[in-house]
């Protein structure tokens, strides 16, 4: 690759020093160094590293995306397909979807990107790999019906506030992706919920195009079988063949991911255990509570696990090292509640039928408490050494 | 033998291990005393260039406390005095003679065995361990200028005499991986060793010895001495691992060290009255095994390293030594030289190939599916970016440290916090510095996070 190295060489003094372009000297370090590892000589202990850095770190969670992507893809032009009133191949599936999904993400990439680039030569520093990652999570927290429009606005919102005001990558106390999700969904509510989640026409009538977790059963029906009648059988929702945001629909794809993410140790598992043990936990006890057997507090822990977007939330959103806890009983603690939370607002508060973001965005804020605490137990424990 | 478990570190797959043969280099044509491995010395110097010195002539005194020498290894001419930034002292370069004449001290014998050099007997001026006083030993072993192998922890300065340490630890294996095999170092001085641990004891009733599990098989003759053994995983077997480890209260934080090599040298200086002029040092290059070497104490070090491919990075320990180069001398602390291959190659998308090659921590390559050691170089990798919280330095650190933690508190001047939460328990082994994926200079921000408080207390 000796060309694209002379390229840079050869462009590097009009980016940096006093050079023409001086102030995108970010843009071209951000583009010189994906290409090129950098990797200067050390002159500090240790004097070996490791090899791991941010870049890997980030990308890896790309890769664990790739599943859910495709799916999500594909499920798009599938479901867009059934409301047509036809059923797509595979192949049609993914060009359909592909045409309503890649905008969405250019959109969220390109739009993330400039204010990236903005800060980061306002700043003078260097463009963080973290926003690799949100600029794919967000797109897939999205219905693909939304107007491109409200995803560079959404995208915006989320790293500008979200991220850039506290300082950028590392320093950020909100999930920046669900920050941008919870803006559009407060501020658009006509785009975020609703008969909103099929992309394209509906033709065919009785095709419904909510989510699982706005049904309700009928008087006496259980919600069980109101799923199953709605269409929403546990299989559908496990495989992902059903309405909803781009990403979450399939578990199957999601708990891919977490698999990826837990064997790399780049997502920590104490998270994502914690959080299905207490999502599982939780709704049990709602499914032992009398009444409400039409409500979702029936639903057990199987629909409560595949329906929505709390696997995605779980794997994806809740691992971002930055907003969870940095230490571990904490990040048992942070997963376990945001399972516990998800349900309770679920069941509890029918206004928000998607209780997983604003679980993981609520204990977000309390990550810092979850860890203070521990550092304090922590350090009690130990032989003061004064 | 008590076995201490350490559960956190890190077994490096490291190529170069040096095999256990012994070859003795012949004397080089200078010698240098180094000022660099010395903690928090502030150098007086007591030659000038062209002084003629002998084995055991006091080269620089520390300012702090002048009864602290660090004496010549050999006999000859003062040739150079090299100083660095600030005018800090680098380096005092002999130019060997070669007749050795050193500087005589009485003997002291080892206690109850009654067997005393005859002529210090009759002299009346002979001692046994047994009738010399405290403050005479200590006297003995500062003009003889190996009072400085005792180390004194938190901060691992030179051991205050005036103290009475809760513990003493000495450490038969060295700071880095692959330092001389305690087998080597200590197959023929077990008489020595032992006359070592008995002059431990008149400055502490407590002492450890510690040898690495690995070692244990060469260690017959000297295994009943041992009292711990640690397992194998870098950093177990530093002093600082440890006395954390083992210690139950705060009086043991002041704790001392030594290094067995050092103890050694310590017995030899009281039993002959003469300096120990000669190491055992060991050379790790990747892809080359090499013997260990017997050589001149303060010996030059490309009379060790031998030749040296293109941007090479020579260091006395791979994770907590320091850099140096072909023209400096081995220091009084150090035995061992990484040879690093320091090229600083910038790998095309480097950040997503599946590296077979590529040894990690974490789980992100390839390597971690195979057990070979890979390739080793001594460059950073990435780039340096904000703390992401992601806790591989606290999952690694030996001590139950969380070095992101105390980094912040540094960071915002928080000391308080940051000795609460441990500061002082860092053994600064390198580990959080080498497993962060920000490439943040951990173990450098708490080393003078530590250092600033102690010279504040100090």
């Known amino acids: ?386 | 033998m008590e076995k201490i478990k350490v559960s956190k570190g890190f077994t490096p797959r490291l190529a170069g291990k040096p095999d256990y043969s012994l070859i003795t280099l012949p004397d080089p044509d200078t010698i240098g005393v180094s000022a660099m491995d010395i903690p928090f010395i502030r150098p007086k110097l007591l030659v000038k260039e062209n002084d003629r010195v002998r084995t055991g002539t006091p080269l620089f005194c520390d300012k702090r406390d002048k009864s602290i020498q660090y004496v010549s290894p050999g006999t000859g001419m003062v040739k150079k005095i090299l100083f660095g930034e600030r005018r800090r002292l680098q380096e005092v370069v002999i130019t060997l003679d070669k007749l050795d004449e050193f500087i005589q001290f009485d003997p002291i014998t080892g206690s109850g065995t009654g067997s005393g050099p005859e002529s210090s007997l009759k002299s009346g001026r002979g001692h046994t361990l047994n009738n010399i006083s405290k403050t005479a030993l200590i006297d003995r072993l500062k003009q003889g200028g190996l009072w400085q192998s005792l180390r004194q922890f938190p901060a691992k300065d030179t051991a205050d005499s005036s103290h009475t340490p809760a513990m003493i630890i000495v450490s038969l294996n060295g700071n880095d991986i692959f330092s001389p095999h305690p087998g080597l170092l200590l197959e023929k001085e077990k008489p020595a060793f032992e006359f070592g641990l008995e002059i431990l004891k008149k400055f502490s009733n407590r002492i450890i010895v510690t040898a690495r599990q690995g070692s244990l098989g060469r260690l017959k003759t000297i295994n009943t001495l041992i009292s711990h053994l640690v397992p194998d995983s870098y950093p177990a077997w530093d002093p600082g691992v440890v006395l954390y480890h083992l210690k139950k209260n705060i009086k043991e934080n002041t704790s001392w060290c030594i290094g067995a090599e050092h103890l050694v040298m310590m017995a030899k200086f009281l039993l002959t009255g003469r300096f120990p002029v000669k190491k055992i040092v060991t050379v790790t290059k990747p892809g080359d095994q090499k013997p260990h070497f017997l050589v001149h104490q303060g010996m030059p070090v490309k009379a060790i390293a031998g030749s040296l491919p293109k941007d090479s990075l020579i260091t006395t320990g791979q994770f907590n030594g320091r850099i140096t180069n072909k023209e400096s001398h081995l220091g009084f602390f150090e035995n061992t030289l990484n040879i690093i291959n320091g090229n600083e190659n910038e790998e095309l998308f480097g950040f997503i190939r599946p590296g077979i090659d590529k040894p990690s921590v974490s789980h992100t390559f390839l390597s971690s599916l195979f057990t070979n050691p890979g390739q080793v170089d001594g460059t950073l990798h990435g780039e340096i970016r904000a703390c992401i919280n992601c806790s591989y330095c606290e999952n690694i650190c030996p001590n139950d440290l969380m070095p992101n933690f105390i980094m912040k508190a540094l960071h915002s001047d928080e000391i308080e916090d940051a000795l609460e939460y441990g500061l002082l328990d860092c053994c600064r082994c390198g580990l959080c510095s080498y497993a962060c994926p920000a490439k943040i200079e951990l173990t450098q921000i708490l080393s003078s996070g530590m250092d600033s408080h102690y010279k504040d207390k100090a």
């Not at chain 1, 309770?344 to 408490?369: D, K």
């Open chain 1, 1 to 386: 690759m000796k060309p694209l190295k002379k390229l840079f060489d050869r462009y590097e003094a009009d980016f940096t020093g006093s050079g023409k372009y001086k102030r995108l000297e970010p843009l071209f370090d951000a583009t010189r160094t994906f290409f090129f590892l950098p990797s200067p000589g050390n002159t500090i202990l240790p004097f070996i590293r490791d090899h791991l850095d941010l870049k890997r770190y980030m990308s890896f969670v790309l890769i664990a995306l790739v599943p859910v992507l495709i799916f999500g893809i594909y499920n798009t032009g599938y479901q867009s397909g059934l409301a047509a009133g036809e059923t797509h191949g595979i192949l049609n599936s993914l060009l359909i979807g592909a045409g309503y999904v890649l905008p969405i993400i250019l959109v969220s990439y390109g739009v993330g990107f400039f204010w990236e680039i903005l800060f980061a030569v306002i700043r003078k520093h260097k463009i963080s790999e973290g926003f690799l990652v949100t600029g794919m999570l967000f797109p897939l927290t999205l219905p693909a019906s939304i107007p491109l429009w409200q995803v560079a606005l959404g995208i915006s919102f989320g790293v500008v506030i979200g991220k850039e005001v506290f300082g950028g990558t590392g320093r950020n106390i909100l999930n920046p992706a669900l920050t941008a999700r919870a803006f559009l969904f407060f501020s658009y509510p006509v785009s975020m919920s609703g008969n909103i989640w099929v992309a394209g026409k509906t033709t065919v009538d009785g095709i419904s195009s909510a989510t699982a977790l706005a049904v309700t059963g009928m008087e006496g029906q259980s919600i069980t079988k109101a799923l199953v009648d709605s269409g929403f059988s546990l299989s559908d929702l496990f495989l992902g063949f059903v309405p909803g945001s781009i990403g979450e629909t399939s578990a199957l794809c999601c708990l891919l991911g977490a698999v990826f993410l837990m064997v790399t140790r780049i997502g920590n598992f104490r998270i994502i255990l914690g959080g299905i043990a207490g999502l599982v936990v939780t709704s049990i006890i709602f499914y032992f509570i009398p009444g409400g057997r039409e409500s979702w507090a029936n639903a057990g822990p199987l629909y409560h696990l595949s329906a929505g977007g709390f696997l995605f939330g779980i794997s994806f959103m809740a691992t971002d090292p930055v907003s969870a806890p940095g230490t571990n009983p904490g990040r048992w603690v942070f997963g376990f509640l945001i399972g516990f939370l998800t349900v309770t607002i679920r069941v509890i508060n029918p206004a928000f039928v998607e209780g997983t973001m604003l679980a993981i965005l609520f204990m977000n804020v309390f990550a810092p408490l979850l860890d203070h605490g521990v550092v304090k137990y922590k350090a009690s424990k130990r032989i003061p050494n004064v």
